[in-house]
């Protein structure tokens, strides 16, 4: 059997970006490895795609799906928070130049307390001059050209930077 190290390893090298950033971040967040160690098993030119790769871990994603937007919102140019607290409004996952908060739900945010409380969260919001837009795994990994029109719609009405 490969050690995680080996499994990463071989996927930073041969993986798409994306995949391999989305496992790197899991197994970073799980402690069972860390960038450094990650990027000190990859020297010299020949791993250079590798270690851009690492660029895009930042150990910040709850999920496997906010590793892929937090990439596709960064690739973008966007300047993107991750796991912002904001007063009264509570940890948002992504706040996206400052105003546009994105949240990206899984099925528990279908279940009727949930819902009640985003619903809640979404109106706090509001009323404190943010801009809201939600999306589901689908939505990330079937439609990211649709969320980026969207994203960039909002924006480009108030863009604070």
């Known amino acids: 059997m490969a050690s995680t190290t080996d499994v990463l390893i071989h996927s930073l090298r ?4 994306m995949e391999a950033a989305v496992m790197v ?3 970073a967040r799980q402690g069972l490895t860390t960038l450094g160690y990650l990027r ?20 910040t994603a709850d999920s496997p799906i ?17 796991q912002v607290e904001l007063p009264g409004i509570g940890i ?6 400052g ?3 994105v949240e990206l739900d899984g099925a528990t945010h279908l279940e009727p307390r949930q819902v009640k409380k985003d619903r809640a969260r979404n109106n706090a919001s509001t ?13 990330v990994v079937h439609h990211p050209e649709r969320i ?7 924006l480009r009405g108030r863009v604070i930077r």
């Open 14 to 17: 041969c993986l798409p970006a």
């Open 25 to 27: 971040e899991s197994a």
């Open 40 to 59: 000190g098993r990859l020297p010299g030119k020949r791993n250079g795609a590798a270690r851009r790769v690492l660029e895009l871990v930042d150990g």
């Open 66 to 82: 906010e590793v892929v937007a937090r990439i596709l919102f960064r690739a973008a140019g966007i300047f993107t928070e991750t």
């Open 92 to 97: 948002v996952d992504f706040l996206l130049e």
């Open 99 to 101: 105003f546009l908060i």
């Open 127 to 139: 009323l404190t001059g943010y801009a809201v837009l939600r999306y589901g795994y689908a939505d």
């Open 148 to 154: 980026m029109a969207e994203v960039w719609q909002v």
